[in-house]
Protein backbone atom coordinates (compact mmCIF):
# COMPACT_ATOMS: atom_id res chain seq x y z
CA UNK A 1 0.00 0.00 0.00
CA UNK A 2 1.24 3.27 -0.90
CA UNK A 3 1.82 6.56 1.33
CA UNK A 4 -1.58 7.92 0.54
CA UNK A 5 0.19 11.69 2.21
CA UNK A 6 1.59 11.76 -1.46
CA UNK A 7 -0.02 9.90 -3.74
CA UNK A 8 2.14 8.08 -6.65
CA UNK A 9 0.26 9.51 -9.90
CA UNK A 10 1.96 7.40 -12.21
CA UNK A 11 0.41 4.05 -13.97
CA UNK A 12 2.04 0.56 -12.97
CA UNK A 13 -0.37 -1.30 -15.30
CA UNK A 14 1.45 -2.57 -17.98
CA UNK A 15 1.15 -1.78 -21.71
CA UNK A 16 -2.17 -3.15 -21.76
CA UNK A 17 -2.68 -5.54 -24.64
CA UNK A 18 -6.34 -4.15 -25.53
CA UNK A 19 -7.11 -2.79 -29.13
CA UNK A 20 -9.42 -0.08 -28.09
CA UNK A 21 -7.28 2.63 -25.94
CA UNK A 22 -10.60 3.07 -23.93
CA UNK A 23 -10.12 -0.42 -22.42
CA UNK A 24 -6.25 -0.01 -21.43
CA UNK A 25 -7.65 3.62 -19.82
CA UNK A 26 -10.23 2.10 -18.09
CA UNK A 27 -7.62 -0.62 -16.79
CA UNK A 28 -5.12 1.77 -15.55
CA UNK A 29 -7.13 4.13 -14.30
CA UNK A 30 -8.89 1.87 -11.96
CA UNK A 31 -5.61 0.40 -11.19
CA UNK A 32 -4.40 3.46 -9.95
CA UNK A 33 -7.83 4.47 -7.89
CA UNK A 34 -7.81 1.06 -6.31
CA UNK A 35 -3.87 1.24 -5.47
CA UNK A 36 -3.04 4.82 -4.65
CA UNK A 37 -6.63 6.77 -3.74
CA UNK A 38 -8.18 7.02 -0.20
CA UNK A 39 -11.48 7.14 1.18
CA UNK A 40 -12.24 11.12 0.64
CA UNK A 41 -15.41 10.62 3.26
CA UNK A 42 -13.64 9.26 5.49
CA UNK A 43 -10.15 9.02 5.14
CA UNK A 44 -9.49 5.23 4.94
CA UNK A 45 -6.36 4.05 3.64
CA UNK A 46 -7.57 2.02 0.26
CA UNK A 47 -10.73 1.53 -1.78
CA UNK A 48 -11.61 -1.49 -3.31
CA UNK A 49 -12.97 -2.40 -6.87
CA UNK A 50 -16.21 -3.82 -7.63
CA UNK A 51 -16.59 -6.37 -10.45
CA UNK A 52 -16.59 -5.24 -13.83
CA UNK A 53 -20.20 -4.00 -15.45
CA UNK A 54 -21.21 -3.61 -12.08
CA UNK A 55 -24.67 -1.78 -12.30
CA UNK A 56 -24.44 1.10 -9.30
CA UNK A 57 -20.11 1.93 -8.66
CA UNK A 58 -16.22 1.25 -9.93
CA UNK A 59 -14.94 1.86 -6.12
CA UNK A 60 -16.19 1.63 -2.55
CA UNK A 61 -14.68 2.21 0.74
CA UNK A 62 -14.65 -0.87 3.17
CA UNK A 63 -15.09 1.19 6.25
CA UNK A 64 -17.66 3.64 5.76
CA UNK A 65 -19.43 2.03 2.54
CA UNK A 66 -19.04 4.87 0.64
CA UNK A 67 -19.75 4.52 -3.36
CA UNK A 68 -17.88 5.78 -6.05
CA UNK A 69 -17.91 6.50 -9.68
CA UNK A 70 -14.75 6.67 -11.84
CA UNK A 71 -15.40 8.64 -15.27
CA UNK A 72 -11.69 9.33 -16.24
CA UNK A 73 -10.59 11.20 -19.74
CA UNK A 74 -7.62 12.73 -21.91
CA UNK A 75 -8.91 15.83 -22.03
CA UNK A 76 -9.64 18.89 -19.69
CA UNK A 77 -12.01 18.46 -17.44
CA UNK A 78 -14.66 20.99 -18.62
CA UNK A 79 -18.56 21.70 -18.16
CA UNK A 80 -19.72 18.71 -18.58
CA UNK A 81 -19.29 14.50 -18.84
CA UNK A 82 -20.73 12.03 -20.36
CA UNK A 83 -22.80 9.52 -18.16
CA UNK A 84 -24.71 6.63 -18.60
CA UNK A 85 -28.87 6.33 -19.20
CA UNK A 86 -31.07 9.02 -18.42
CA UNK A 87 -33.67 7.29 -16.99
CA UNK A 88 -31.39 4.97 -15.13
CA UNK A 89 -29.68 8.05 -13.27
CA UNK A 90 -33.12 9.62 -12.51
CA UNK A 91 -34.00 6.36 -10.74
CA UNK A 92 -30.79 6.46 -8.91
CA UNK A 93 -30.99 9.66 -7.39
CA UNK A 94 -34.86 8.80 -6.76
CA UNK A 95 -33.51 5.85 -4.53
CA UNK A 96 -30.09 7.65 -2.87
CA UNK A 97 -28.23 4.75 -4.51
CA UNK A 98 -26.06 6.99 -6.46
CA UNK A 99 -22.38 7.13 -5.56
CA UNK A 100 -19.88 10.02 -5.07
CA UNK A 101 -17.95 10.68 -8.46
CA UNK A 102 -14.22 10.97 -9.81
CA UNK A 103 -13.22 12.87 -12.12
CA UNK A 104 -9.95 12.42 -13.94
CA UNK A 105 -7.85 13.68 -16.61
CA UNK A 106 -4.87 11.49 -17.35
CA UNK A 107 -1.85 11.81 -19.88
CA UNK A 108 -1.78 9.03 -21.80
CA UNK A 109 2.25 9.77 -22.99
CA UNK A 110 3.16 10.03 -19.35
CA UNK A 111 0.86 7.49 -18.17
CA UNK A 112 -0.16 9.29 -15.24
CA UNK A 113 -2.87 11.22 -13.39
CA UNK A 114 -2.75 14.92 -14.08
CA UNK A 115 -6.33 16.38 -12.60
CA UNK A 116 -8.84 14.20 -10.29
CA UNK A 117 -11.88 16.04 -8.48
CA UNK A 118 -13.96 14.08 -5.96
CA UNK A 119 -18.15 15.12 -6.56
CA UNK A 120 -19.52 14.13 -3.50
CA UNK A 121 -23.42 12.23 -3.91
CA UNK A 122 -24.55 14.56 -1.92
CA UNK A 123 -24.67 17.34 -4.93
CA UNK A 124 -26.03 15.35 -6.94
CA UNK A 125 -29.75 16.91 -7.80
CA UNK A 126 -32.21 16.11 -10.53
CA UNK A 127 -31.08 19.46 -12.33
CA UNK A 128 -27.62 18.40 -12.43
CA UNK A 129 -28.50 15.95 -14.85
CA UNK A 130 -28.77 16.63 -18.51
CA UNK A 131 -30.50 14.40 -20.97
CA UNK A 132 -29.12 13.73 -24.28
CA UNK A 133 -30.99 13.28 -27.62
CA UNK A 134 -31.83 9.75 -28.15
CA UNK A 135 -29.48 7.40 -30.73
CA UNK A 136 -30.31 7.61 -33.97
CA UNK A 137 -32.37 5.03 -35.58
CA UNK A 138 -29.58 3.60 -37.80
CA UNK A 139 -27.77 3.44 -34.56
CA UNK A 140 -26.66 0.06 -32.95
CA UNK A 141 -28.85 1.03 -29.56
CA UNK A 142 -31.76 2.49 -31.78
CA UNK A 143 -33.71 4.96 -29.76
CA UNK A 144 -31.44 4.87 -26.61
CA UNK A 145 -30.97 8.24 -24.11
CA UNK A 146 -28.03 8.83 -22.34
CA UNK A 147 -27.11 11.98 -20.25
CA UNK A 148 -24.87 14.28 -19.37
CA UNK A 149 -23.79 15.54 -15.63
CA UNK A 150 -23.30 19.33 -15.76
CA UNK A 151 -20.45 19.67 -14.34
CA UNK A 152 -20.20 23.50 -14.49
CA UNK A 153 -23.62 23.70 -12.21
CA UNK A 154 -21.55 21.99 -9.05
CA UNK A 155 -20.67 24.50 -6.62
CA UNK A 156 -16.52 25.01 -5.60
CA UNK A 157 -17.55 23.49 -1.91
CA UNK A 158 -18.84 19.77 -4.26
CA UNK A 159 -15.56 20.13 -6.32
CA UNK A 160 -13.28 19.03 -4.31
CA UNK A 161 -9.69 18.79 -5.74
CA UNK A 162 -7.16 16.03 -5.34
CA UNK A 163 -5.18 16.50 -8.03
CA UNK A 164 -4.56 19.62 -9.99
CA UNK A 165 -1.93 20.01 -12.34
CA UNK A 166 0.34 17.20 -11.12
CA UNK A 167 0.15 18.89 -7.94
CA UNK A 168 -1.59 16.74 -5.26
CA UNK A 169 -3.75 18.65 -2.42
CA UNK A 170 -3.36 17.52 0.90
CA UNK A 171 -5.26 14.70 2.27
CA UNK A 172 -6.76 16.77 5.57
CA UNK A 173 -7.63 19.67 3.29
CA UNK A 174 -9.80 17.05 1.00
CA UNK A 175 -11.41 15.16 4.02
CA UNK A 176 -11.96 19.26 5.45
CA UNK A 177 -13.98 20.17 2.33
CA UNK A 178 -16.00 16.89 2.19
CA UNK A 179 -16.65 17.05 6.05
CA UNK A 180 -17.70 20.93 5.43
CA UNK A 181 -20.39 19.96 3.14
CA UNK A 182 -21.72 16.27 4.62
CA UNK A 183 -24.70 17.97 6.28
CA UNK A 184 -26.65 17.88 2.64
CA UNK A 185 -26.71 14.54 3.18
CA UNK A 186 -29.61 14.84 6.06
CA UNK A 187 -31.66 16.98 3.75
CA UNK A 188 -34.54 16.00 1.32
CA UNK A 189 -33.94 15.96 -2.56
CA UNK A 190 -35.95 19.21 -3.01
CA UNK A 191 -34.64 20.89 0.00
CA UNK A 192 -31.03 20.03 -0.71
CA UNK A 193 -31.62 20.96 -4.64
CA UNK A 194 -32.37 24.64 -3.27
CA UNK A 195 -29.25 24.77 -0.97
CA UNK A 196 -26.83 23.66 -3.39
CA UNK A 197 -28.28 26.18 -5.62
CA UNK A 198 -27.93 28.71 -3.39
CA UNK A 199 -24.16 27.63 -2.55
CA UNK A 200 -23.62 28.27 -6.06
CA UNK A 201 -25.00 31.53 -6.37
CA UNK A 202 -22.77 32.63 -3.05
CA UNK A 203 -19.86 31.01 -4.15
CA UNK A 204 -20.13 33.11 -7.62
CA UNK A 205 -20.23 36.36 -5.69
CA UNK A 206 -16.45 36.03 -5.66
CA UNK A 207 -16.01 37.37 -2.15
CA UNK A 208 -16.29 35.97 1.21
CA UNK A 209 -18.42 38.89 2.58
CA UNK A 210 -21.85 39.58 1.25
CA UNK A 211 -25.08 41.43 2.22
CA UNK A 212 -28.99 39.97 2.53
CA UNK A 213 -29.28 41.82 -0.44
CA UNK A 214 -26.72 40.08 -2.72
CA UNK A 215 -28.76 37.35 -2.21
CA UNK A 216 -31.94 38.74 -2.79
CA UNK A 217 -30.50 39.29 -5.96
CA UNK A 218 -30.29 35.51 -6.55
CA UNK A 219 -34.48 35.49 -7.00
CA UNK A 220 -35.11 35.91 -10.84
CA UNK A 221 -32.23 32.61 -11.03
CA UNK A 222 -34.40 30.63 -8.45
CA UNK A 223 -37.97 31.81 -9.42
CA UNK A 224 -37.31 30.42 -12.74
CA UNK A 225 -35.99 27.34 -11.47
CA UNK A 226 -38.47 26.66 -9.34
CA UNK A 227 -41.75 29.12 -11.04
CA UNK A 228 -44.12 27.36 -8.35
CA UNK A 229 -42.35 29.13 -5.14
CA UNK A 230 -44.32 32.14 -5.14
CA UNK A 231 -42.24 33.58 -1.83
CA UNK A 232 -38.25 33.14 -3.20
CA UNK A 233 -37.46 36.10 -0.97
CA UNK A 234 -38.16 34.08 1.75
CA UNK A 235 -37.16 30.87 0.90
CA UNK A 236 -33.90 32.78 0.73
CA UNK A 237 -33.46 33.73 4.25
CA UNK A 238 -34.69 30.67 5.13
CA UNK A 239 -31.50 28.69 3.26
CA UNK A 240 -29.00 31.02 4.71
CA UNK A 241 -30.52 30.29 8.07
CA UNK A 242 -29.60 26.32 7.59
CA UNK A 243 -26.41 27.59 6.13
CA UNK A 244 -25.49 29.63 8.79
CA UNK A 245 -26.67 26.91 11.50
CA UNK A 246 -24.62 24.25 9.43
CA UNK A 247 -20.94 26.08 9.64
CA UNK A 248 -21.04 27.30 5.84
CA UNK A 249 -21.87 30.42 6.45
CA UNK A 250 -21.27 32.96 9.33
CA UNK A 251 -23.90 36.23 10.08
CA UNK A 252 -21.70 38.90 11.29
CA UNK A 253 -25.02 41.26 11.98
CA UNK A 254 -26.89 44.04 10.35
CA UNK A 255 -27.47 41.87 7.00
CA UNK A 256 -23.82 40.89 6.60
CA UNK A 257 -22.88 37.31 5.97
CA UNK A 258 -19.27 35.82 5.62
CA UNK A 259 -18.19 32.09 4.22
CA UNK A 260 -16.51 30.28 6.62
CA UNK A 261 -12.99 28.76 6.30
Known amino acids: MSDKSHLN ?34 G ?18 GSCHEDYELKSQK ?6 ILDGAWGTMLQ ?9 LFVMRYDRER ?8 IPKHFFT ?6 RKPLAPTARRAGWVGCNILLAKVPDSGRIRIVQGGEVAERE ?27 GQIEALGRVDFTIEDAYGFAPALSALYPDNRHV ?23 RYRLTP
Request: with cysteine.
Open 92 to 100: RLASQSNPS
Open 126 to 131: ADLIEK
Open 233 to 255: REKIRQQLQVLRDQGWLEFVGRG
Open 111 to 118: RAVSDLIV
Open 9 to 42: LGFEEAQAAFESPSQSARVWTEGWAARELYCPAC
Open 173 to 199: KVLAKWRKTAFLRETGAKGRGWLVEIM
Open 75 to 80: TKIGAK
Open 44 to 61: ADQLATYPNNAPVADLFC
